[in-house]
């Protein structure tokens, strides 16, 4: 397991201290919010079984990328075999951006459904967090769950106690700088969780955290897609199947090589898929899925994908 963070006993005091409920992990893009919530998950796991939300569906750990996910985690070990999602939401997009309130309504509904009262829940959660549209998405979140603890990674100091200047790196703050008009920083995020109730722990970014390139994100995703559809088939859904936007649950349009969420009846996603052809009467889809009779409704999304690459497009 990688280096431990710098302010590990802290925080899995302060996680541990929590009343029963979500505990929120917030931070800029590449500051370490993964590393942590899997360390802690580790430890925690070795108290009781716990929930694992990863939230962030640009670079997913628990399923395949443009979805949020979780697990049941029932022993210290974070083995890839025990990461396979228990429930699944496909959002359409690898970023939160296009759809914040779909976003938030997914990650409310992975924390609270089916999770028994008392359970501890750890959220990893995107790189979204300054900003109007950051506003929107963690005013919803905050609004709905109100989460007992809230852990922000962020340099200290600056308005709000937080930095108004470089995070994770001289490159992550060139892309944040510009999202952060007047220096507030993540501080309008978390005065609407503390608005809710939240108790907000601050933490510095983790002493590895290492910014990578655009090029590098884009190819962890297309090695976590080549992964996902590894063992998939050629699967063929009979017509008649609703067809919506991921996005808005309106009505879509389904066309070839499209990425799409194979929805069951109760609205999780059994799997994601690529449609191979579009007929009268069935929609050949390539998916890992085996029994496609539980597929009530196609949710496409907004990426095109070459399953055998993993190229986005």
Known sequence: MPQAHQDFGRLLAAVRAARPGPAIVLGAVDCGKTTLVRQLAAVL??????????GDPGQ???????AVARVRLVRPRLRRSQLAPERMIFLGSTSPAPCPAQTAAALARLVREGVPAGNRVVVDTP???CGRLAETLWGLVAATLRPPLVVAIDRRGGPGGLAAGRRCGRAAGRRTRRARRGGAGMAPVLRLFRAAGSQV???EPHPLARVRRQAERAAYRAAAYRRYFGRARL?????GVPVVSAFSGGAAALDVGR?????DAAGWDAALG?????????IAVLTPLRDVSVVA???????RLDAATGAEA
Do not use: M
Not at 45 to 54: C, F, G, R
Not at 274 to 282: C, N, S, Y
């Open 297 to 303: 409704s196609l949710a496409v999304g907004a990426l």
């Open 127 to 129: 790189g979204l967090v």
């Open 201 to 203: 722990v601050l933490a």
């Open 60 to 66: 997913a750990w628990i399923g395949p990328p443009a």
């Open 45 to 54: 796991a070795a108290d009781a079984p716990i929930w694992l939300v990863a």
């Open 259 to 263: 990425l799409v969420g194979l929805r």
């Open 235 to 239: 699967r063929f859904i009979e017509g």
């Open 274 to 282: 690529v449609v191979r052809g579009v007929g009268a009467r069935r």
